[in-house]
């Protein structure tokens, strides 16, 4: 029997926990003996379908607004005294689950240095647990990232106390030890597993159509807002196009997930003006995603790591319109699958209905056939299984 600990604070978004999640289930979905307890601040990880070999833990919630300032989700509590409840839970996690491996997602001291109690617990351990610390492709520029894990003294946790790093992504695409200037030793400890395949649905396209009666005379279009904080401008634009083109209407379908993070106020604006438009249908959330995104003839989104890596295991055409603030890890990302000709995307100053309408009838109605695994090494699932047991079997 062998039991993992995953650490995911997701203060923003539902990027880190569907990345974790979706790990989690692939890890247990090959062993019946692996064990997988998830400690996470996400208020969406019940909406998540997860194993029964999968548990977790829900820490108080942290958000961080789009300017980058922590705050905690009650207000009885100050982030200094919510910091030290969620370190202790934790603490206490470890004591008595007692993993052979515990597995950071990207913060190598957690969120405000959270884990910084417990690594220094577990470190003086006999038989302490194996150490990974999880990387996306892209954190954010290089002058950013170097100058915050220079000022954390993040290379120094990692030299000290980590046994790998493991990169979901790949160095010919973007090399995360150059880029960040990694000391020697933290370079060492690095591997990159290539990106996260996903698995595909269940459900049959026609499913999905059916579900929703869509005429199989029109193509699909699937726009997601992502977790839906800062997806407003996207939704709009695309919208608005339609109102221009009527026509498209005929055409195409429109399936559109705001997110569930979305404020009432901005919902409202939407669905007020999604009225009228027909062949459309506006959701705030699926726990389907691939089935829909298996469905579409085009996606629309931003450049989440998550989100890209579903499109490239289905060999969807995309447009994506990246995140900027407050980090650029979504434009990186989006420039550097641009500059393979995998996908066609529009900077958020640059986004209006016209642009992107035009961009649409560019993508959508291209012939060209798409094999993305030619491209881009979608491995990474497999790699980063096998590193990790090697790791347990190790300690």
Not at 61 to 71: M, N
Not at 106 to 117: D, Q, Y
Not at 201 to 211: A, E, Q, V
Request: with cysteine.
């Amino acid at each position: 029997m062998k039991k993992l600990l995953f650490y995911s604070h997701d203060s923003y978004g539902l990027g880190n926990i569907r990345r974790m999640v979706a790990i989690a289930n692939y890890l247990v979905s090959q062993h019946q003996d692996l064990y997988i307890l998830l400690i996470t601040g996400s208020p969406m990880l019940h909406a998540f379908r997860t194993h029964p070999q999968i548990d977790y833990i829900k820490l108080p919630c942290l958000h961080r607004s789009q300017a980058g300032e922590y705050h905690a989700k009650l207000n009885c509590f100050s982030v200094k005294s919510l910091l030290r409840l969620r370190s202790q839970m934790i603490k206490d996690a470890i004591t008595q689950f007692y993993p052979n491996l515990l597995l950071v997602d990207k913060k190598p001291e957690g969120l405000n240095g959270e884990l910084n109690e417990t690594l220094e617990q577990i470190c003086t351990q006999p038989y302490r647990p194996a150490l990974v610390l999880l990387l996306r492709d892209i954190l954010d520029t290089p002058e950013e990232t170097q100058t915050i894990w220079a000022k954390n003294k993040y290379y120094q946790r990692i030299e000290r106390d980590y046994d790998a790093v493991a990169v979901v992504g790949e160095q010919t695409i973007f090399d995360l030890p150059k880029h960040y200037n990694f000391p020697s030793d933290v370079a060492s400890k690095t591997f990159f597993c290539g990106y996260l395949e996903r698995m595909k649905s269940n459900r049959s396209k026609n499913n999905i159509r059916d579900k929703l009666h869509i005429p199989s005379t029109k193509q699909i279009i699937v726009v997601s807002a992502g977790g839906g904080n800062d997806g407003k401008n996207i939704i709009t634009a695309y919208l608005e196009g339609l109102k221009k083109h009527a026509a498209y209407s005929h055409l195409i379908h429109s399936i559109i997930f705001y997110g569930p993070e979305m404020s009432s106020k901005d919902c409202d604006e939407l669905h007020g003006l999604a009225h009228g438009i027909e062949s459309l249908t506006l959701a705030e959330f699926t726990d389907d995603f691939i089935s829909y995104l298996s469905t579409a003839d085009l996606v629309i989104s931003m450049g989440g790591y998550n989100t890209v890596c579903e499109i490239l295991s289905l060999n969807k055409p995309a447009v994506i319109i990246p995140r900027v603030e407050p980090v650029k890890e979504q434009l990186i990302r989006a420039e550097c699958f641009h500059k393979l000709n995998i996908f066609n995307y529009i900077h958020p100053n640059d986004l209006s209905a016209q642009s992107l309408i035009e961009c649409i009838s560019h993508t959508l109605f291209t012939d060209t056939p798409l094999n993305y695994s030619n491209e881009v090494d979608l491995q990474g699932m497999k790699k980063l299984e096998q590193k990790l047991l090697s790791l347990i079997n190790k300690h």
